[in-house]
């Protein structure tokens, strides 16, 4: 085992502080990774600070690693030591059930291994993040970065990107769509930017004018203030898709009158009880609510083919590893213009 740098936590607490934790060898088909950069997530929270149930401690967050390969197994076949690479939310999974065998390890019959707090397979233990130098990950979980991106703005893509790409394939948006993206963050400005790639009309559905000003910028043809009761009528019965990514319980009934007969809203943000429901909405025009979780690694690797081809980026904030706590608040403030991303090259300072 390899002793490193990292931070985290060892209760829901506290801050996250300096550490060190254990790496396994290499294994035949490990590939070891130096992490140069490591988004941040809101999940890295709710995960620290056991607001999606008990933690296991220490925590180590981050699930948007981006660094180069530093040592390969014996039996690696698709990596060399060099490689540009990045690793998501998914680590390990069963690889033997019918979600494994198509390509969506995030639904996993048995479980998929998340970056950090899951059980580990291979160690024993639990799954420690990217908050730290180094990770060694099997590499069937290991993605290839396109070289033409700038890396220090990549690692958002491995969640928040996938996250709204995964939705948008599914549900297979297209030019001429009228595609509404409703809550403008983290996610929906990754969203605006997919949408908008592929040809979709973009439509952004806020509450606040201001950010109907920052999603012109990022990219929609429209704004709907959902406010405004006379704007959401003239709107009502006329979406193709649309994409929620507000994090937190809402409202809905509003949101399923905006789409066609036979059209779906797909939840991404809120993971929570979403009440009141009101049925009626979805059965007298077949619409249907849907949820999607971030995506599968063949798919994932699609979306970074494709960001590279359209030079996509997100919106990023650098910081170092030494001021993630008050990133944190900043987070939870939702005070980020759209994600922080940590140079990695500061925990080693």
């Given at each position: 085992?390899?002793?490193?740098?990292?931070?985290?936590?060892?209760?829901?607490?506290?801050?996250?502080?300096?550490?060190?934790?254990?790496?396994?060898?290499?294994?035949?088909?490990?590939?070891?990774?130096?992490?140069?950069?490591?988004?941040?997530?809101?999940?890295?929270?709710?995960?620290?600070?056991?607001?999606?149930?008990?933690?296991?401690?220490?925590v180590?967050?981050?699930?948007?690693?981006v660094?180069?390969?530093?040592?390969?197994?014996?039996?690696?076949?698709?990596?060399?030591?060099?490689?540009?690479?990045?690793?998501?939310?998914?680590?390990?999974?069963?690889?033997?059930?019918?979600?494994?065998?198509?390509?969506?390890?995030?639904?996993?019959?048995?479980?998929?291994t998340?970056?950090?707090?899951?059980?580990?397979?291979?160690?024993?233990?639990?799954?420690?993040?990217?908050y730290?130098?180094?990770?060694?990950?099997?590499?069937?979980?290991?993605?290839?970065?396109?070289?033409?991106?700038?890396?220090?703005?990549?690692?958002?893509?491995?969640?928040?990107?996938?996250?709204?790409?995964?939705?948008?394939?599914?549900?297979?948006?297209?030019k001429?769509?009228?595609v509404?993206?409703?809550?403008?963050?983290?996610?929906?400005?990754?969203?605006?930017?997919?949408?908008?790639?592929?040809?979709?009309?973009v439509?952004?559905?806020?509450?606040?004018?201001?950010?109907?000003?920052?999603?012109?910028?990022?990219?929609?043809?429209?704004?709907?203030?959902?406010?405004?009761?006379?704007?959401?009528?003239?709107?009502?019965?006329?979406?193709?898709?649309?994409?929620?990514?507000?994090?937190?319980?809402?409202?809905?009934?509003?949101?399923?009158?905006?789409?066609?007969?036979?059209?779906?809203?797909v939840?991404?943000?809120?993971?929570?009880?979403?009440?009141?429901?009101?049925?009626?909405?979805?059965?007298?025009?077949?619409?249907?609510?849907?949820?999607?979780?971030?995506?599968?690694?063949?798919?994932?690797?699609?979306?970074?083919?494709?960001?590279?081809?359209?030079?996509?980026?997100?919106?990023?904030?650098?910081?170092?590893?030494?001021?993630?706590?008050?990133?944190w608040?900043?987070?939870?403030?939702?005070?980020?213009?759209?994600?922080?991303?940590i140079?990695?090259?500061?925990?080693?300072?």
């Amino acid at each position: 085992m390899n002793q490193i740098k990292a931070y985290g936590s060892h209760s829901a607490t506290e801050e996250l502080k300096p550490l060190e934790i254990s790496r396994r060898e290499v294994l035949p088909k490990d590939v070891q990774i130096e992490i140069l950069y490591c988004g941040v997530c809101h999940s890295d929270i709710h995960t620290a600070r056991s607001e999606w149930g008990p933690a296991k401690y220490p925590v180590v967050p981050g699930h948007e690693i981006v660094g180069r390969v530093t040592a390969i197994g014996s039996e690696v076949q698709n990596f060399k030591e060099g490689d540009l690479v990045g690793v998501g939310c998914i680590v390990d999974s069963c690889r033997t059930c019918p979600s494994c065998g198509e390509g969506l390890e995030q639904y996993c019959e048995n479980g998929m291994t998340g970056t950090y707090n899951s059980p580990d397979r291979i160690s024993g233990g639990h799954t420690l993040g990217g908050y730290s130098e180094q990770i060694v990950v099997d590499e069937q979980y290991v993605l290839r970065i396109p070289t033409n991106l700038d890396i220090s703005k990549v690692a958002p893509l491995l969640c928040a990107g996938i996250t709204t790409w995964s939705p948008l394939m599914h549900w297979k948006v297209k030019k001429g769509h009228k595609v509404g993206i409703i809550g403008l963050g983290g996610l929906g400005h990754m969203g605006i930017k997919f949408a908008r790639a592929l040809g979709a009309q973009v439509v952004m559905i806020t509450t606040s004018p201001e950010k109907g000003k920052d999603a012109k910028l990022l990219g929609a043809d429209e704004v709907l203030l959902s406010t405004d009761a006379e704007m959401m009528k003239a709107h009502a019965n006329s979406f193709d898709f649309l994409l929620n990514t507000i994090p937190v319980g809402h409202q809905v009934n509003p949101y399923i009158q905006l789409l066609k007969r036979d059209k779906t809203m797909v939840m991404v943000g809120a993971i929570e009880p979403i009440d009141p429901l009101h049925s009626g909405l979805l059965v007298t025009k077949r619409r249907n609510i849907a949820g999607s979780l971030i995506g599968g690694i063949k798919e994932t690797q699609e979306m970074l083919d494709f960001c590279g081809e359209h030079n996509i980026l997100p919106e990023v904030e650098m910081i170092n590893i030494q001021n993630i706590n008050e990133a944190w608040d900043r987070v939870v403030k939702a005070d980020i213009k759209y994600r922080f991303v940590i140079d990695m090259q500061s925990l080693k300072d």
